[in-house]
């Protein structure tokens, strides 16, 4: 394994139709799927020479947490699918490499399970819980509570899931997981039902009508900082920052809402100047290289997040593998940082990059 492709080519080779279908698969004709990293490069990058980079520094603040390296994992569904250990293998890496790791509602594993697992590692590495906004206030507020006392450090709430994108991979090879398959984190709701219903059920609680009042509601039930996942533009940047979140987190969900929806990286300029500095600013969708980090750096994000590279690492080689894509894409920032001239997170800066 050289670089993050061929993990995804040992995960195809791996899975089911159905399970790839699933991981790789985008809405409608999958434009934005496929934009995503190839955006990138019209990105190019302009390097400083003579700068002394024997030694690099690839720590970074986040939510005023300290990460080895700004790359981290992004909210995904059902770890078990992918391997055995589902979420515990995944938090497992992300702890032992001191990054941090944002947790989907729809883990299979409970948010409580994840957190001691992270414990067991390394207390240090944050968590995120991701909250997709649920009709049942009371159940979002239970939620909201057990990830404030499991120890988890920010709520991530995904804003760009009003409906479920229209997936025809998913259409086609429907996702069947096994019968026996739980939601940790729903294990105590009062339903009798098999996996495949109860996935329905929760996708089918996600509250279009959720706005930005209710994201007001949602801040006064909880001291955690909240982080905004899915936003693509500037006014809904300032807005976010005027209604006291602490973070933006640039993303199209990987392509699998809606289809042509703007390549991340090339809305990520015009929010970082919407934030103004109010608010950290996060990227992912299509980071597959270092190059793509440094980049995404250079326009302004403070830390990028990776979705469906950790679930192929997961699915060729549990933990192991989580933590082999994840330090790949460190060394790849560490050599570009060094073939750059940039010694620290500190020296990349919008100079080093220009756009076509
Ligand atoms: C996701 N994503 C996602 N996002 C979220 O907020 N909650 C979730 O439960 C999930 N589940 C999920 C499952 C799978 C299989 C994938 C591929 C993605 C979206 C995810 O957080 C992230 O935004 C994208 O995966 C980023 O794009 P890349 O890195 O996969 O290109």
């Excluded at 994108?165 to 009062?190: H, K, Q, S, W």
Aim: aromatic share 8%; net charge neutral; hydrophobic share 45%.
């Amino acid at each position: 394994m050289i670089n993050l492709f061929d993990y995804e080519a040992a995960a195809q080779g791996n899975l089911s139709e159905m399970l790839w279908n699933f991981y790789a698969g985008g809405a409608w004709d999958e434009m934005t799927v496929r934009e995503n990293h190839t955006a990138f490069s019209q990105v190019w990058l302009r390097p400083r020479v003579l700068n002394n980079v024997s030694q690099r520094d690839l720590q970074v603040s986040v939510l005023a947490r300290k990460l080895r390296f700004p790359i981290a994992i992004s909210p995904s569904a059902f770890h078990r699918l992918a391997h055995p250990d589902g979420e515990l293998a995944t938090v497992r890496a992300a702890a032992s490499l001191g990054t941090l790791m944002a947790v989907s509602t729809f883990s299979n594993n409970s948010l409580e399970e994840i957190a001691i697992a992270r414990d067991r590692v390394n207390k240090l590495a944050p968590l995120w819980f991701q909250l997709y906004p649920l009709r049942d206030r009371g159940l979002l507020r239970s939620l909201v509570q057990r990830a404030q006392t499991a120890g988890y450090t920010a709520i991530c709430v995904t804003v760009d899931t009003a409906v479920s994108g229209r997936r025809e991979r998913d259409l086609r090879t429907p996702l069947i997981p096994p019968a026996d398959m739980v939601l940790g984190n729903f294990a105590a709701y009062p339903l009798q039902m098999d996996a495949r219903s109860l996935i329905q059920y929760v996708t089918n609680q996600i509250d279009p009508s959720f706005n930005w009042e209710d994201l007001r509601w949602l801040r006064s039930i909880t001291s955690l900082p909240i982080v905004l996942k899915g936003i693509l533009r500037g006014d809904d940047a300032a807005k976010a920052v005027d209604y006291g979140v602490a973070g933006v987190f640039v993303s199209n969900h990987g392509g699998r809402q809606l289809d042509g929806t703007i390549p991340t990286i090339r809305a990520l300029p015009e929010v970082v100047d919407a934030v103004k500095g109010y608010a950290e600013v996060y990227l992912d969708s299509g980071i597959r290289r270092g190059t793509d980090v440094l980049k995404a750096l250079a326009l302004g994000a403070r830390c990028v997040f990776i979705g469906r590279p950790i679930v192929w690492g997961l699915s060729v080689n549990g933990e192991d593998g989580v933590r082999d894509v994840l330090e790949m894409l460190g060394h790849e920032l560490s050599l570009a940082m060094a073939l750059s001239g940039c010694a620290s997170i500190a020296n990349i800066d919008r100079t080093l990059v220009v756009t076509k």
